[in-house]
Nanobody
Framework: QVQLVESGGGLVQAGGSLRLSCTASGMTSSINAMAWFRQAPGKQRERVAYSSNSGSTNYLDSVQGRFTISRDKAQNTVYLQINSLKPEDTAVYYC????????WGQGIQVTVSS
């Protein structure tokens, strides 16, 4: 099994920045990709950033240029740097890992005030 623990969320003003962190523990050698998803109230969960073990990344169009995913493989940690925050970025953000099966973190709230 893999356990994912997120940190770094909170309340920020529009235009501000946050860095989310997610540390994996357990069977981390099984992980071949990690990503961040978000779910706003009344909306479906959507993937905002993806990072494979090979180094490829992918972003949701609406966050391209503002969000950056990075990984510290030695620390089994994935980060999401979020800049130029907008009120529509308000959501619960989830860390995700892909190996033999998918794992999810518990989610962390990001609230952007206008």
């Amino acid at each position: 099994q893999v356990q994912l623990v997120e940190s770094g969320g909170g309340l920020v003003q529009a235009g501000g920045s946050l860095r989310l962190s997610c540390t994996a523990s357990g069977m981390t050698s099984s992980i071949n990709a990690m990503a961040w998803f978000r779910q706003a109230p009344g909306k479906q969960r959507e993937r905002v950033a993806y990072s494979s073990n090979s180094g490829s990344t992918n972003y949701l169009d609406s966050v391209q240029g503002r969000f950056t995913i990075s990984r510290d493989k030695a620390q089994n940690t994935v980060y999401l740097q979020i800049n130029s925050l907008k009120p529509e970025d308000t959501a619960v953000y989830y860390c995700w890992s892909q190996g033999t099966i998918w794992y999810w973190g518990q989610g962390i709230q990001v609230t952007v005030s206008s």
